[in-house]
Structure formats: C-alpha cells, structure tokens
C-alpha cells in the first residue's frame, strides 16, 4: 500500500513541475546612472524575482558618461632607435612597443598618426631639442586601416633602414617622414580616459 501512494503522489508531483516556469533572470544595464525609485527596495545578496507584467523604468536627470578611453600620446622614449632590417637583433615593432614600456608606461605602445591626432591631453615635458630648425622627431606607427602609401611610411615594416620613409612626430605634433637610418626616440601612446 505504501509503494502504491508512493507510486501516486510521484506520478502527480512530477508532471506538475514540468509546467512551472523558471524565474527571469532581471539585470540592471544603467547601473551608474541616477534612478528615480517610487516604492524603494533594499537587496542585501541577489535574489531570484519574478516580475508577473512589463516593469516601466524613467530615468530622471542621467548622470553624463564619462567619455570613453582611447589610446593617446603619453610620452617619448629617452633612448633612439634606428638601423632597421631583417637581421637578426634589428629593433622592430615589438621591441619599440617593449621599450615604450620600460621608458614610459608599463601599459603603452608606439602610437599610431591617427592617435596623435586624436590626442587631447599632451603630456607635458616632450623633448624638443635645443635647435628649433631641427626638433626631436618621434617614430609613429601608421594606421593600418587607414595606410594608403602601401607601407611606404613604416620603413616597410620597420625592416629597411635605406628609405626616406618612416614618419615621425615632434613636441609640437607635427608629422614628417623622415629617411629610416635615423635614430629617433619612439612616440608611446596609452589609454586615457
């Protein structure tokens, strides 16, 4: 008899389980900004609700975003590179990004002509050099989705130091290019918000 009620109340239980629907995962995508809440609840741990009807959220006075971070110049490395090639120990790309890290920021890299143009706030103290004929040019790197001189002006790759064709920046953010044989200080770009 026991095995028979056992048997039942499994047989009505399960099937009525089946019908209940999971909760609604509910996330708050706006978090930062200011909400105006009539009927204000604490949550003290997250909880499971189910909300029975569409929820109605107005957004009162928003708090303005913050402007997003984008790369920008932070600085020139002390120490210059040049003599660009294919051999082996011939600075690259990775080894100008590396010393932009040890001399600058931890976090930079060489930068690229479209984030010097985008830089909004120049970092103070650029060298400039003693003539102003003849200033301290920084390597840049070009944009890539924007290089319409077919690597004309990245000393082909940074691994052809025998061109007239690798661009440079100063302190005052003039770009030029400059003949690859130089050694020139790196321009270093970083995140800033």
Avoid at 9 to 23: K, M
């Amino acid at each position: 008899m026991r095995l028979f009620l056992l048997f039942l109340i499994t047989a009505l239980i399960v099937p009525l389980a089946a019908y209940a629907q999971p909760p609604k995962q509910v996330e708050v995508i706006n978090e930062p900004l200011a909400v105006e809440v009539t009927n204000p609840i604490a949550i003290v741990e997250p909880v499971a609700v189910e909300i029975a009807e569409p929820l109605a959220v107005e957004i009162v006075n928003p708090a303005p975003l913050p402007p997003s971070a984008r790369f920008q110049l932070v600085g020139f490395t002390t120490s210059t590179i040049g003599g660009f090639s294919f051999a082996a120990g011939s600075p690259s790309l990775f080894d100008m990004t590396a010393t932009c890290q040890a001399e600058v920021d931890p976090l930079s890299r060489m930068c690229r002509v479209d984030e010097i143009q985008l830089t909004t706030k120049i970092p103070l103290g650029l060298p400039t050099g003693a003539d102003p004929a003849n200033p301290i040019r920084a390597w840049v790197n070009l944009d890539p989705a924007n290089d319409n001189f077919s690597g004309s002006f990245d000393c082909r790759g940074w691994s052809d130091s025998s061109i007239l064709s690798g661009m440079t920046v100063d302190a005052r953010g003039q770009l030029r290019a400059v003949h690859c044989g130089s050694h020139n200080p790196i321009a270093c770009c970083a995140l800033v918000p």
